[in-house]
């Protein structure tokens, strides 16, 4: 993706995550506003299987680039 999401997507994607427990938003009273994310313990377990589906992506799209060919 050219440039990342749209500000919408991103506000999508993040409200999603935060409803299904896999990350924590914290908002300072600041001026300009500042909100950060992490990962809460449930996203954190999440992590290891992610990380395989990363890889596993990154060798299916090699392998499938190199029969293109």
Known sequence: ??????????????????????????????????VEYQLTDVGKSAQTLLQSMTDWGRQYSQWHTSRET
């Open 1 to 34: 993706m050219v440039g990342g999401p749209s500000p919408r997507v991103l506000t999508k994607q993040l409200r999603e995550l935060e409803h299904d427990g896999l990350i924590s938003r914290t908002v300072y009273p600041e001026v300009p506003p500042r």
